[in-house]
């Protein structure tokens, strides 16, 4: 670890924090040297802060990537660190002002560093093959730019495979002006999904052998349960809908807690990372999920969580008891716990395998009941995508026999969901947002809303093994497993209003539809059916022209689809107050379109952020010119 | 010698091998205009990988002979283009002698849509002992695949070098009791267009055969099983088989391990 790295061991907001100089100073006099630090992971209590030096203008921030020898999970592990810690140590912007960081490859491989979420010149952006050639070991790169928006965000390795490897870590920018909400401490809770296993023998084991990970496959049981459950026709109705497509309806995720142990801010829920409060104070959590395959369900039972940023930009508060952070997304969430006691922090893995847990504590060493598991959600037919009517299968009775599975959690599996905009769960989900007034605003019509959809004269290819014949509206679909109700409410694409209007206002001139592909039992994910090495040339953008960008996920996976250098504004059913983000997740069988000015010249990465996906060519290019 | 017969085939297979394995000559791909200019690699270069299958690999126990039985596939390559080898067979261990290689293949291998394989490329046959060895060499045409309602097929047209021509079929299920434990039902079949004396075949459908086989799986790459395999031969083979003094239905206790590296 450098030796200027800062111990922010309580949490205190930036404001307070300033304020208590002194006790700045005797954090950094006491953990600052190093040796008091044990050489692994972040310490239990709150974060650690990357260590800086001011030059007029600029901050600058020097990093090393090593391979560091450290336990994780009380497990020998070597993960590639950043001055010695995993996650990464946290770097802290300050919005107007300039940086510079300069990065030094310890390694015996080439790395870089991608700056998630931040619009910057395009050099600057560190994806290797598309913005500089790498960083070759033994070389130091010394990234400047130029902080010119403010948030949570995080920042991560883009060569190979190395992000599983440990190598990501937290950025925030302080803003200019003051933030529209109050808060007393201020923690990251990084999430990550880490494996004993070489990542490139994880990769293998999904080329060669499909479902390797699952070890919640369907059983003979679960047939017979269904049986019981809905009836021989029935049962049999839905199993050969899934076996005419030979799709799984429990593949969720493709690698699971049967190899990964679930992180909190590099720590296990036995090594138990820890926020102190006081009783009373309001607590700002930074969730960012920065794991290489992992959907996150998060929930602190006992406490409301305030959602007041998505992707680091400011939304209209959303009281949630529940939020799904997809692979690259952030939430900041606020909660105010007003009894002293220990709450945990649970992040539940979408399919069930594992989890994540920590713990809020108004003492080191207290903890909270680790709730139970909840059993495997089972995807219905929304996730097809398609016209339930077509498939010779009414409406009422899908819906009331997915409903009658009792040992499926299926909430999510209700094909209605997203059906309609006017519908009566899209209304359900909107008007269930804690008594605030996020109602639908004023005329807004979904602009996707009739839209035919062209699959391309061969639906794709052999690199897409299904399309989405009727792609649905599912921003008010909490997804599978989760479900909205009046005691437990999940947050929604919906639910995401902006705080104030985007600059560009400007109706969008062109359309571009890209398509979510895949080919589960070779592995191969792509967009329009077309990996990387089979496309010719980026994807072109004019500059600063207004433009939508359609997405269409033809396969039976979510998918969290980053992209590089400028924001997209999600046409949700806010009309003008759209959400922007840097990273949109998509579920089966969705249809979403984003607003997007592409203000930055240069190349720009556009990828699915489950890291496996994106290996395997789902990623493109986008050239601004 | 088939050696000679199959050279023809061969070079042209190893010909269209190549070509296939061969990385596309990187003129085309998503890279923007500023990484071609300064001539960078691919951000996400595409995966070849392969992996040595053995399906079966098992002790045989039957009422007059006892056999070790083997099926193994073998292929190397990317998504879409693939090199493949597979074969089967049998060695009599006790209450006789000799074996056969059924079949050892060197295909070329092209994903055609999401589920099937075209392959082609060329294929070889030994009985051995007791008596003098009979070998052929053929040339394979394949489709492989997954069939609706997760069938796994395999079928090839086998045209041997005196023209002689063959169709085998066989399609396996994974029937999940648990997690781990795995009940394999296979069938397969074959047809004959001429007789050919020398290797027993007559001419029609030479055999119907079944297998059960109940796996458990310790690791995805490892597992052990036990199981049942009858084959029952028919018509004008099965009249041959008789000839010989041999029985036409023959019912075996498997054991044996699924593997893969």
């Known amino acids: 670890m450098s030796t200027s790295d800062i111990l922010t061991g309580d949490g205190l907001s930036r404001r307070r924090f300033l304020r208590n100089v002194t006790s700045m100073s005797v954090l950094a006099a006491l953990y600052g040297t190093s040796g008091l630090l044990p050489a692994w992971a972040w310490p239990r209590t709150g974060n650690l802060e990357a260590g800086k030096r001011v030059e007029g203008d600029t901050d600058i921030f020097d990093l090393t990537i090593d391979r560091t020898p450290m336990p994780i999970d009380g497990k020998d592990a070597r993960p590639i660190t950043v001055n010695g810690t995993v996650p990464a140590p946290l770097i802290r912007l300050k919005e107007g002002r300039d940086v510079r960081i300069r990065v030094t490859n310890n390694l015996d491989e080439d790395t870089s560093i991608h700056w998630h979420g931040i619009l910057l010149p395009f050099e600057m952006d560190g994806v290797p093959g598309v913005t500089f050639p790498g960083i070759k070991p033994g070389e130091t790169f010394e990234y400047r730019y130029p902080v010119r928006q403010s948030g949570t965000y995080w920042y991560h390795s883009h060569s190979g495979l190395q992000e599983q490897e440990g190598h990501y870590g937290p950025l925030i920018v302080d803003p200019a002006e003051p933030e529209p909400y109050d808060y007393d401490r201020d923690y990251v809770v990084m999430l990550s999904d880490w494996t004993f296993e070489d990542p490139h023998a994880v990769f293998r084991k999904l080329k ?16 017979l349960e269904d049986i019981k459950a809905k009836g021989w026709e029935q049962t049999m109705r839905e199993r050969a809908m899934w076996g005419e497509m030979r799709m799984s309806s429990r593949d969720l995720l493709d690698v699971t807690g049967s190899t990964y142990t679930y992180l909190v801010n590099g720590r296990s829920p036995a090594d138990n990372w820890t926020g102190l409060f006081r009783p009373g104070e309001k607590v700002r959590l930074r969730v ?24 680091g930009q400011n939304v209209e508060p959303v009281p949630v008891d529940e939020f799904r952070v997809g692979v690259a997304e952030t939430y900041d969430v606020i909660v ?65 026999d997915m409903d009658g599975g009792d040992e499926m959690a299926s909430g999510s599996s209700d094909p209605h969901a997203g059906h309609d905009m006017s519908g009566g769960d899209q209304a359900m989900n909107g008007d269930d947002s804690g008594g605030m007034n996020m109602g639908e605003d004023e005329g807004y019509e979904w602009p996707l809303a009739g839209r035919e959809i062209s699959h391309g004269h061969d639906d794709h290819g052999p690199g897409a093994a299904m399309v989405a014949s009727d792609p649905q509206n599912r921003m008010g679909d909490p997804g599978i497993g989760l479900e909205s109700t009046e005691d437990h409410k999940v947050l929604v694409y919906d639910d995401l209003r902006a705080l104030a209007l985007w600059p560009d206002q400007r109706e969008p001139e062109r359309e571009v539809e890209l398509h979510l592909t895949g080919n589960m039992e070779r592995y191969m994910w792509s967009f329009d059916g077309k990996k990387f090495s089979e496309v010719d ?17 033809d396969t039976m996976m979510d998918h969290p689809i980053h992209l590089h250098g400028m924001w997209m504004e999600l046409e949700n059913r806010h009309g003008k107050y759209r ?47 | 010698m088939p050696i000679q017969t199959i050279k023809h085939p061969s070079r042209w297979l190893a010909t269209v091998c190549v070509l296939a394995l061969t990385p596309t000559l990187a003129l085309a791909d998503g890279r923007g205009d500023y990484a071609r200019e300064q001539g960078w690699d691919s951000p996400v270069p595409d995966m070849r990988t392969g992996m040595l299958l053995f399906d079966r690999l098992e002790y045989a126990a039957g009422d007059d002979e006892d056999s070790v039985d083997w099926e193994f596939q ?21 209450g006789g002698d000799g074996g056969e290689i059924e079949s050892l293949d060197l295909l070329y291998g092209r994903l055609i849509s999401p589920y099937w394989s075209v392959q082609a490329g060329v294929g070889y046959q030994l009985e051995y002992g007791p008596g003098p060895d ?59 267009f001429q007789e050919v004396e020398e290797f027993g075949v007559g001419q029609g459908v030479n055999h119907v055969k079944a297998g059960l086989r109940l796996r458990y799986e310790i690791q995805r790459e490892f597992a052990p099983y036990v199981g049942v395999s009858w084959k029952k031969q028919l018509g004008d083979t099965a009249d041959l088989a008789r000839e010989e003094g041999h029985d036409t239905d023959d019912l075996r206790l498997v054991a044996g391990v699924r593997m893969w590296f």
Request: hydrophobic residues 40%.
């Open chain 1, 288 to 311: 960012i999920n920065g794991s290489a395959m992992t959907f996150f369900d998060v929930r602190i039972p006992g406490l409301k969580m305030t959602v007041v940023q998505a992707d």
């Open chain 2, 134 to 192: 009979h070998d052929r060499g053929f040339a394979v045409l394949g489709l492989e695949g997954l069939a609706p309602y997760w069938f796994e097929i395999d079928t090839k047209l086998r045209v041997s070098e005196d023209g002689d021509a063959s169709v085998d079929f066989e399609a396996e299920y994974d029937m999940r009791l648990t997690q781990r434990l795995v009940l394999q039902p296979r069938a397969g079949t074959s047809v004959a």
């Open chain 1, 336 to 400: 105010e716990p007003t009894e002293d006691r220990a709450y945990t922090i649970f992040a539940e893995a979408m399919d069930r395998s594992g989890y994540a847990a920590a713990t809020l504590a108004t003492r080191e060493g207290e903890r909270a009941e680790i709730p139970k598991r909840r059993p495997m959600p089972e995807r219905g037919m929304e996730s097809m995508g398609m016209d339930h009517g077509g498939m010779d299968m009414g409406d009422d009775e899908m819906s009331g």
């Open chain 1, 537 to 553: 040339g980026p994807i072109r953008f004019k500059h600063n022209e207004r433009l939508r960008l359609i997405l269409v996920n």
């Open chain 1, 208 to 223: 060669v052998a499909e479902g390797y990970y699952n070890y919640q496959k369907r059983t003979i049981k679960d047939l």
């Open chain 1, 579 to 625: 959400p922007r983000k840097h990273t949109l997740s998509l579920k089966p069988g969705e249809m979403l379109s984003a607003q997007i000015t592409p203000e930055h010249k240069g190349d720009w990465a556009f990828h699915c952020h489950l890291l496996y996906h994106m290996d395997a060519g789902m990623f493109r290019v986008v050239s601004v010119a």
């Open chain 2, 74 to 94: 073998a292929w190397y390559g990317g998504d879409i283009n693939r090199l493949v080898i597979e074969g089967e067979g049998e060695h009599v261990v006790s």
